[in-house]
């Protein structure tokens, strides 16, 4: 049976509407890649709009 990790990230969706076009900063996205890189099977990013709308992306 091979176990596989999955990884939650919470984040506040007021602090991504304050960043232009809404895109994500480089940090968070090199952060997703080392999760991935280490064996992530999944990286959910939740917010707090994705809550209402059900969007996971």
Do not use: W
């Not at 596989?4 to 480089?26: G, H, L, V, W, Y």
């Not at 917010?47 to 996971?56: F, R, V």
């Amino acid at each position: 049976m091979i176990l596989r990790k999955r990884f939650i990230i919470e984040t506040d969706f007021d602090q991504i509407r304050k960043i232009p076009n809404r895109t994500f900063s480089a940090p968070l996205l090199y952060h997703l890649y080392g999760q991935l890189a280490s064996g992530a099977h999944c990286v959910f990013i939740s917010t707090k709009e994705a809550e209402y709308q059900d969007n996971l992306v």
